[in-house]
């Protein structure tokens, strides 16, 4: 109890500074979205001209792209004194810095090309989404007036990307453990190469996965992996160009995977129900687009899927209870994707210390299908996604972020595995160091297959029970977080910030061989959040303690968790 009243006395600490923080004194975004940092300070410390026009200027005059100079930064920065230091010069020395060539290859600015602020925004996202970089900004150094030519700046900085060792997780009450090799920008060529063995609750095994994004410098990308597990293998590979940016015109891919596995039902965090797949995917797509035209971009895409499962008795010590079905899909499919150009960049709302693009547009994308006997498959059926997403302001100090997804099968008139799922988000920023945040999500089932269910536990937010603890047809989640961020930047590894939360979350509805739903489930608690500053794997760390309220006896009245998230 001491435990739960200190939580809730640094919320209430966290909600009192925060209601004096006075309303944007512009009434516009900058200040909600820079937390209160200049958003040219980045380009000013790398030594912009004064006398350089500004970037929409440039633009405006048809400015011609001239030299692009690429700038990499090392880990640690020697001209500051808290970080020259020994063991700080000793990882640079070894660390092998990203190539010119490597980020060249990401730029969508060309020599000859007319300059584009767009295009300059969206290089620097594209960089600033790899892991085994920590920043980047892309910023004009000269101009030369009578040949109307530009001079660019590519700056990146880069983070200590090779990890061996021994990592360690926990959630919902089981234990995850890692031991492998890991390197995010092998040779300094941003290709992913990782070997190791890896242990969860479901299973075992070592793995070799191999990514390049960027393959031979082109904007080419190839996915391979093999998985040998405790209970099957799976072997992935893909490889394709895909619109790799907003006025990309043409996109095309291919993707196989074949995988043998154990597949287990859960119920109130226990297993009670298991079965051998077997499952077969191919994917071929393709699309094209006019690219972007007055800030939205349409893409029309097509190609054929091949999805095959073939389940069978786990031959474990316990009997198979349920054997779902056979599943072969055989289908040509059609779709469009619309995509609204409109980013922004933060700091301190879902990263600690570190540039955040955030997306404040709206998307859709639609595919339909057709599978049948004639063409490969066991049914005749419409096949169909759905997906959305958007953010926009809130006031003067609000964000909202709505996401949803929609997918399944039209079987006989009626729909059949389909899943429909809704989020929206909402942070409330008090000043640069406290977030407010509250999220909802739901998903709802028509006619699931045996091996899909929807759960709710400690792996998937209710941070305070076991994972995969309730099972339903329907799910609802809501979670309220109070962040904070502090200045404290130890070692100078990793920042640190601070959580306290609480979730309410229940199913509805029956799912095989699972117990009647308990009802609504609440839990509270309160942790610490490491930003990972210098290291490309993770970039946060989250420690927390998690207490159910009015669980059942079976229950533990503390949840440990220990986990390696992309957001805070």
Same mark, same amino acid.
């Given at each position: 109890?001491?435990?739960?009243?200190?939580?809730?006395?640094?919320?209430?600490?966290?909600?009192?500074?925060?209601?004096?923080?006075?309303?944007?004194? $512009?009434?516009?975004?900058?200040?909600?979205?820079?937390?209160?940092?200049?958003?040219?300070?980045?380009?000013?410390?790398?030594?912009?001209?004064?006398?350089?026009?500004?970037?929409?200027?440039?633009?405006?005059?048809?400015?011609? &792209?001239?030299?692009?100079?690429?700038?990499?930064?090392?880990?640690?920065?020697?001209? %500051?004194? =808290?970080?020259?230091?020994?063991?700080?010069?000793?990882?640079?020395?070894?660390?092998?810095?990203?190539?010119?060539?490597?980020?060249?290859?990401?730029?969508?600015?060309?020599?000859?090309?007319?300059?584009?602020?767009?295009?300059?925004?969206?290089?620097?996202?594209?960089?600033?989404?790899? =892991?085994?970089?920590?920043?980047?900004?892309? !910023? #004009?150094?000269?101009? %030369?007036?009578?040949?109307?030519?530009?001079?660019?700046?590519? =700056?990146?900085?880069?983070?200590?990307?090779?990890?061996?060792?021994?990592?360690?997780?926990?959630?919902?009450?089981?234990?995850?453990?890692?031991?492998?090799?890991?390197?995010?920008?092998?040779?300094?060529?941003?290709?992913?190469?990782?070997? *190791?063995?890896?242990?969860?609750?479901?299973?075992?095994?070592?793995?070799?996965?191999?990514?390049?994004?960027?393959?031979?410098?082109?904007?080419?990308?190839?996915?391979?992996? +093999?998985? $040998?597990?405790?209970?099957?293998?799976?072997?992935?590979?893909?490889?394709?160009?895909?619109?790799?940016?907003?006025?990309?015109?043409?996109?095309?891919?291919?993707?196989?995977?074949?995988?043998?596995?154990?597949?287990?039902?859960?119920?109130?965090?226990?297993?009670?129900?298991?079965?051998?797949?077997?499952?077969?995917?191919?994917?071929?797509?393709?699309?094209?687009?006019?690219?972007?035209?007055?800030?939205?971009?349409?893409?029309?895409?097509?190609?054929?899927?091949?999805?095959?499962?073939?389940?069978?008795?786990?031959?474990?010590?316990?009997?198979?209870?349920?054997?779902?079905? %056979?599943?072969?899909?055989?289908?040509?499919?059609?779709?469009?994707?619309?995509?609204?150009?409109?980013?922004?960049?933060?700091?301190?709302?879902?990263?600690?210390?570190?540039?955040?693009?955030?997306?404040?547009?709206?998307?859709?994308?639609?595919?339909?299908?057709?599978?049948?006997?004639?063409?490969? *498959? %066991? =049914?005749?059926?419409? &096949?169909?996604?759905?997906?959305?997403?958007?953010?926009? +302001? &809130?006031?003067?100090?609000?964000?909202?972020?709505?996401?949803?997804?929609?997918?399944?099968?039209?079987?006989?008139?009626?729909?059949?595995?389909?899943?429909?799922?809704?989020?929206?988000?909402?942070?409330?920023?008090?000043?640069?160091?406290?977030?407010?945040?509250?999220?909802?999500?739901?998903?709802?089932?028509?006619?699931?297959?045996?091996?899909?269910?929807?759960?709710?536990?400690?792996?998937?937010?209710?941070?305070?029970? #076991?994972?995969?603890?309730?099972?339903?047809?329907?799910?609802?989640?809501?979670?309220? !977080?109070?962040?904070?961020?502090?200045?404290?930047?130890?070692?100078?590894?990793?920042?640190?910030?601070?959580? &306290?939360?609480?979730?309410?979350?229940?199913?509805?509805?029956?799912?095989?061989?699972?117990?009647?739903?308990?009802?609504?489930?609440?839990?509270?608690?309160?942790?610490?959040?490491?930003?990972?500053?210098?290291?490309?794997?993770?970039?946060?760390?989250?420690?927390?303690?998690?207490?159910?309220?009015?669980?059942?006896?079976?229950?533990?009245?503390?949840?440990?968790?220990?986990?390696?998230?992309?957001?805070?």
């Amino acid at each position: 109890m001491r435990l739960l009243a200190l939580g809730f006395g640094l919320l209430a600490v966290g909600l009192a500074r925060g209601a004096d923080m006075p309303a944007r004194p $512009d009434g516009g975004s900058a200040a909600l979205l820079q937390g209160g940092q200049d958003p040219s300070a980045i380009a000013r410390q790398s030594g912009q001209v004064a006398d350089i026009p500004p970037a929409a200027e440039l633009e405006r005059r048809g400015a011609v &792209v001239g030299h692009i100079d690429v700038a990499v930064d090392d880990i640690f920065n020697e001209d %500051d004194p =808290r970080e020259n230091r020994a063991l700080y010069r000793l990882a640079n020395k070894l660390h092998l810095d990203t190539k010119d060539a490597t980020v060249l290859s990401q730029v969508l600015l060309r020599p000859g090309e007319t300059y584009s602020v767009q295009r300059a925004e969206e290089t620097a996202r594209i960089l600033r989404d790899k =892991r085994y970089l920590y920043d980047a900004v892309v !910023e #004009p150094t000269a101009y %030369d007036p009578e040949t109307n030519t530009v001079d660019l700046r590519v =700056r990146v900085r880069d983070v200590w990307s090779l990890s061996p060792g021994i990592g360690v997780g926990r959630s919902g009450g089981e234990n995850k453990t890692r031991a492998r090799i890991v390197d995010e920008n092998f040779l300094g060529r941003g290709q992913f190469l990782a070997v *190791g063995y890896t242990s969860t609750v479901d299973r075992s095994g070592i793995s070799v996965d191999f990514r390049d994004q960027n393959l031979l410098h082109s904007w080419w990308a190839l996915d391979a992996g +093999y998985t $040998d597990a405790s209970d099957g293998s799976t072997t992935n590979l893909a490889i394709g160009r895909p619109f790799f940016s907003l006025d990309s015109r043409w996109g095309a891919g291919m993707h196989v995977v074949t995988s043998e596995q154990i597949n287990t039902l859960y119920d109130l965090g226990e297993q009670i129900d298991e079965f051998n797949q077997q499952s077969d995917f191919l994917g071929i797509e393709g699309g094209w687009s006019r690219g972007l035209v007055d800030g939205w971009t349409t893409r029309w895409l097509a190609g054929y899927r091949y999805d095959r499962s073939l389940f069978a008795e786990s031959n474990q010590d316990a009997p198979t209870v349920l054997l779902p079905e %056979d599943r072969t899909l055989s289908y040509p499919w059609v779709g469009v994707e619309l995509i609204q150009d409109r980013y922004e960049t933060t700091r301190n709302q879902d990263q600690i210390g570190r540039t955040e693009d955030v997306y404040l547009g709206k998307s859709l994308r639609l595919e339909l299908g057709w599978t049948s006997e004639a063409l490969g *498959g %066991d =049914r005749s059926a419409g &096949v169909f996604g759905l997906s959305s997403r958007m953010g926009n +302001y &809130v006031g003067k100090r609000g964000l909202v972020f709505l996401e949803s997804t929609w997918n399944g099968r039209l079987e006989s008139g009626s729909l059949a595995d389909s899943l429909l799922s809704a989020e929206a988000s909402y942070y409330l920023r008090f000043n640069d160091k406290n977030i407010f945040t509250v999220a909802v999500d739901g998903q709802h089932g028509f006619d699931l297959d045996l091996d899909h269910q929807v759960l709710l536990g400690g792996d998937t937010g209710l941070r305070g029970y #076991p994972l995969r603890y309730q099972t339903g047809d329907t799910r609802a989640l809501l979670s309220v !977080e109070e962040r904070y961020f502090t200045d404290w930047f130890p070692f100078r590894l990793a920042r640190v910030g601070a959580a &306290v939360f609480a979730d309410v979350g229940r199913t509805w509805g029956e799912a095989p061989l699972a117990s009647e739903p308990q009802g609504w489930l609440t839990d509270v608690g309160f942790g610490l959040r490491l930003g990972n500053a210098r290291s490309g794997l993770g970039n946060v760390l989250h420690i927390d303690l998690a207490f159910p309220l009015g669980a059942s006896s079976d229950i533990s009245s503390m949840q440990v968790l220990l986990e390696a998230k992309k957001t805070f």
